[in-house]
């Protein structure tokens, strides 16, 4: 199997994973590519919860009797800065007009519709450091389990160009809470320059699952489990989106022990 999705290069749809192309239960994503004065429509099934995040320029939405204006404004995902997101519940209908070039992001996770539409507010949203030396990276909390949603976790990363990120190498697999929690994950990679690439390693203890990728710019890595660390190549700086959902709404990991020494030093 290839945990790698390959972006289209052209055309609104840059990348697409549902539950059915990745064959998991959880996780659904999909990436867009808008250009001034275009609008789109995201329907959300009727069992399927969104988050729609504006990763870069100036759009309007409206969905469930809500309009909005002027959100976004990043000119690019690597800006010292966060964006606006959309939760809406399951049969959501999110229209959204692009005042500028546009690229959205459009997590969705299963719900049974208990939760209202809601903006999620640039200054809501938790930014923190991650990781000492080479190991640094800066993350910003978009959908943490901290605010209201019945599955999704939704997370934005910036790793530093020669540094590694989600490392040591952890996973979250296997229902032994509250040391750990079952939760699939997709990664949307963003490169800067664009033309360079990331490297991403999905294993797992046993090796029944052991792939290694050269990731582009626009690419999503599926994890359906096992470990699942990311290294940026000097000269390259990287983003992910990370979308987390599972059968419960935690986040706790486990590192592979091989590695868990450095934590120490």
Avoid at 125 to 131: A, E, F, L, P, T
Avoid at 207 to 212: G, M, P
Avoid at 258 to 263: G, R, Y
Wanted: one cysteine or more; proline letters at 7%; charged letters at 25%.
């Amino acid at each position: 199997m290839s945990l790698l999705v390959k972006a289209a290069a052209k055309g609104e749809a840059i990348v697409r994973v549902t539950p059915e192309s990745a064959h998991w239960k959880h996780v659904g994503f999909e990436a867009r590519r808008l250009v001034a004065g275009e609008t789109t429509e995201i329907t959300l099934p009727a069992d399927r919860e969104g988050c729609l995040v504006i990763l870069t320029g100036t759009v309007d939405v409206i969905v469930g009797g809500h309009d909005w204006k002027g959100l976004g404004g990043r000119q690019s995902v690597f800006e010292d800065r966060s964006t606006h997101a959309i939760y809406a519940p399951p049969s959501s209908v999110y229209k959204v007009t692009a005042q500028s070039d546009a690229e959205l992001a459009i997590a969705s996770a299963p719900a049974s519709g208990r939760l209202d539409v809601r903006l999620i507010e640039p200054g809501s949203m938790k930014r923190s450091v991650r990781g000492t030396g080479a190991n640094t990276r800066y993350v910003c909390d978009v959908l943490p389990e901290t605010e209201q949603a019945e599955s999704l976790l939704v997370v934005e990363v910036l790793t530093p160009a020669g540094h590694s990120s989600s490392y040591p190498p952890h996973k979250h697999d296997t229902d032994a809470l509250p040391e750990e929690s079952v939760l699939e994950e997709t990664y949307y990679h963003r490169i800067d320059p664009p033309q360079g690439f990331a490297f991403q390693r999905v294993y797992t203890d046993d090796r029944d699952i052991d792939e290694s990728m050269a990731v582009g710019d626009h690419d999503v890595v599926m994890v359906p489990r096992g470990y699942h660390p990311v290294v940026m190549p000097h000269g390259y700086r990287g983003y992910y989106l990370n979308v987390m959902a599972g059968p419960r709404r935690e986040w706790h990991f486990r590192n592979d022990p091989a590695h868990e020494w450095m934590i120490a030093r």
